[in-house]
């Protein structure tokens, strides 16, 4: 069982910055793919960005060049650094953990913290 708690939303400005941070119970985080999703009113869950066990990163084409996904496993963390922030990326951000398990993964989520970007 892994619990997540992300934390760091808020308000901003467009072209500010927020950093996202995402903590994890349990012994498997350090084996995990960590992965950032979002959500804004009306549309589908979408993956922002993914951080492998290795580090190895990936990212939504909307959000390259100006968001970085990182892991500090020493903390059990995962953070996300949104730079030049733009309305449409307001949204419920959600952190989920997948936990290797026999050839496929269990999928945990985070409960959400919210983004909104003002004009």
């Known amino acids: 069982q892994v619990r997540l708690v992300e934390s760091g939303g808020g308000l901003v400005q467009a072209g500010g910055s927020l950093r996202l941070s995402c903590e994890a119970s349990g012994r498997d985080f350090a084996i995990s793919t960590m992965n950032w999703y979002r959500q804004a009113p009306g549309k589908q869950r979408e993956l922002v960005a993914t951080i492998s066990s290795s580090g190895e990163t990936d990212y939504a084409d909307s959000v390259k060049g100006r968001f970085t996904i990182s892991r500090e496993n020493a903390k059990n963390a995962v953070y996300l650094q949104m730079n030049s922030l733009k309305p449409v990326d307001t949204a419920v951000y959600y952190c989920?953990?997948?936990?290797?398990?026999?050839?496929?993964?269990?999928?945990?989520w985070g409960q959400g913290t919210q983004v909104t970007v003002s004009d």
């Open positions: 989920r953990a997948d936990v290797p398990h026999y050839g496929g993964s269990y999928h945990y």
